[in-house]
């Protein structure tokens, strides 16, 4: 419908409101229209044969663009958030009128993680492997290890049977391995969690450590400028860099700073997990007494 508005205009019978211009990309000359659109919000289906190619990835990064793909496979080239995937579901009208053959689609989030399941952990599994690992393996002590990357979560869960698993992952970023992880744990007989904040430094952020950072966290949208940065992960990353530049809690991703792992900063740190989580933290703590 998109196309044809977009070539018949109002002859097309089509009425399309939305502040931004629609558009729909194609296989034929794919990257010389791309090139020349400007705050557009584009459409692909997945019958273009592009989507997974390095010269499609290359002009995303650093457009300002809004992309909907549809799409049924993982792109793991593109760093896109778990809550932006989203399902289609059909309905027919068949109860108002008996022959109505009208099909309504219905768009809803695939994945909407709470962690609000009881988890008595054995093993807490992070995708982060510096600063964010530094946090959690304080927190959790040795049942916490670092899977050293998002590719490799899926790898650790299937390695460590018959365990209670809190995995923790970048929601931010984390979409590409959402279908595959999220199959494998439909499918394990053994207890899987999975938290997915944005990120670590958001974690941070909303802390407040540096007061009044959680704002940025509100306000993503419209302060995270898609041609500078290719993920909210990095804007997130990004942001606290700068906040702290030049302060004892200069930030960096390879190394957490102490002044982060003080009794007050780690409390206010800790205050941003959900309840079940802090919950599974203090039956954990009394089990080791």
Known sequence: MISDYENNGISSGITEICEKRCVVIENASWKERLATLQQCIIFIDEGALFLRSKEFTKMVKGSDNYFVLVTRDSLEHLPYSIEEIYGMRQERDSQKYQNARRIYNETYQLYNLQANEDIHPDLIITEDSNSGYEFYHKLFGETCCSAEGKSNILSYLQKSHEKEILAIVDGAAFGPEMQHVMQYIRDSRN???????????????????????????????????????????????????????????????????????????????????????KLALMVNQKQQL
């Open 191 to 277: 207890k899987i969690v999975l938290y997915a904040p944005e990120s670590f430094e958001y974690l941070l952020l909303r802390a407040n450590i540096i007061d009044r950072t959680s704002e940025a966290t509100e306000k993503t949208y419209e302060l995270a400028d898609s041609r500078e940065y290719f993920s909210w992960e990095e804007f997130y990353t990004a942001y606290l860099i700068e906040q702290t530049r030049n302060t004892i809690y200069e930030y960096s991703k390879k190394k957490l700073k102490d002044t982060y792992l003080t009794a007050g900063n780690f409390r206010k740190i800790v205050s941003q997990l959900p309840e079940k989580i």
